[in-house]
């Protein structure tokens, strides 16, 4: 192990189980002795990290049926991040200083399986980009739905770091007219000054059923969902006939507070689902493996053209990082958020 590695390594573990919504203080900053890579694992220097919004329902234990175990007080925090390699196995074609994907998050030193890691290239003109959520958008805008050139498209929770890309993904794809919900007036006006969307309903600012019809008389052809809830409701109503829905996500149910994070209940009119023929698809990203190859090809071209862009926020340092998921979680970025570790180790 090299000379200049520190002695210790910086993580984030839960502190205490939260009330509701996770808040800063319910996790804690640990320093420990810098992991020693057991064989067949790699010992990784992270440099950034991804904060999503299912640490929610992994912290709330309502994780029946999912791919990922719930943390509990103690546990170390995990996520996608990006990193450098600092050691590896021979023959794991690995090299020192080699940067990797992989979902040990929330440390700054991480050793992880061979297998675990995926080995990053040039794909994108920024290698932080490949912590985007993009590629959830584009499976479920091209795989699912099957967007046509033409057609109308609702985003739902289109300031997230899903709905950030999916309104610039429809358009790319040849959307005639792309529209968005958030949460405040001020994303509203940058999603549609910077990211071009058409119209932008608001949160609060009256029935979600009114401003859809309003912005889309004739209705939409393609839903792009991340929040279910009234916004799922309204979308039904506003549908045309043989409207495609892919859902990504859940958030109306995993930010409520008095809900364990793991279940988003919603009605809906089953009547008009069956009368206009709508079809309702679950995104699943191991269903489609092919589209996360086609989205990093897609996504370099475009960003290197300048069609498209990232929207993200980085925050510096491992101690800003329970604040940020914080802030988060309670709609205060925009985009995607990285915690940016490149200061650190």
């Known amino acids: ?30 320093e420990r ?93 920024d290698p932080a980009a490949r912590l985007s959520s993009g590629s959830a958008a584009y499976a479920g805008l091209v795989h699912l739905a099957g967007l046509r050139e033409g057609e109308t498209v609702l985003v739902t929770g289109a300031a997230g770091g899903v709905g950030s ?32 969307y058409d119209a932008v309903l608001v949160r609060g600012a009256g029935s979600f059923a009114e401003q859809l019809r309003r912005a889309a008389p004739e209705g939409i052809d ?42 988003a209940p919603t009605a809906v009119d089953v009547f008009r689902v069956i009368t206009k023929g709508i079809t309702l698809y679950g995104l699943n990203g191991g269903d489609h493996p092919e589209a996360g190859p086609e989205w990093l090809a897609r996504f370099g071209d475009w960003l290197r053209a300048g069609e498209i862009s990232f929207p993200h926020v980085r925050i510096p340092g491992m101690e800003r990082a329970p604040r940020a998921l914080q802030d988060m979680l309670g709609g205060a970025h925009f985009g995607t958020v990285l915690v940016d570790l490149t200061g650190e180790g």
Not at 8 to 30: C, H, I, K, N, Q
Not at 249 to 263: K, N, Y
Request: hydrophobic share 45%; net charge neutral; with cysteine.
């Open 222 to 263: 393609v839903l792009l969902d991340n929040v279910g809830g009234e916004q799922l409701a309204a979308a039904v109503l506003a549908a045309r006939q043989g409207a495609r829905f892919a859902l990504v996500g859940a958030l109306s149910g995993q930010l409520d507070p008095a809900r364990g994070g793991g279940s």
């Open 1 to 30: 192990m090299s000379p200049a590695l520190p002695a210790s390594a910086t993580e984030v573990r839960l502190r205490r189980l939260p009330e509701g919504l996770p808040r800063a203080g319910d996790f804690e900053l640990v």
């Open 165 to 196: 890309l999916a309104g610039q993904i429809a358009r790319r794809l040849g959307a005639a007219r792309v529209i968005g919900t958030t949460g405040s007036p001020a994303k509203a006006e940058r999603l549609r000054t910077e990211l071009g």
């Open 33 to 125: 002795p810098l992991p020693r890579p057991a064989p067949g694992e790699v010992l990784v220097r992270n440099r950034y990290f991804q904060l999503f919004a299912g640490l929610r329902t992994l912290l709330g234990g309502d994780t029946e049926g999912l791919p990922l175990p719930p943390l509990g007080v103690g546990d170390t925090l995990f996520g996608p991040a990006l990193g450098e390699v600092v050691s590896a196995p021979p023959g794991s074609g690995l090299a020192e200083g080699a940067l990797v994907e992989h979902l040990a998050g929330w440390r700054t030193y991480a050793s992880v399986p061979v297998e675990g890691c995926t080995p990053v290239g040039a794909e994108l003109p």
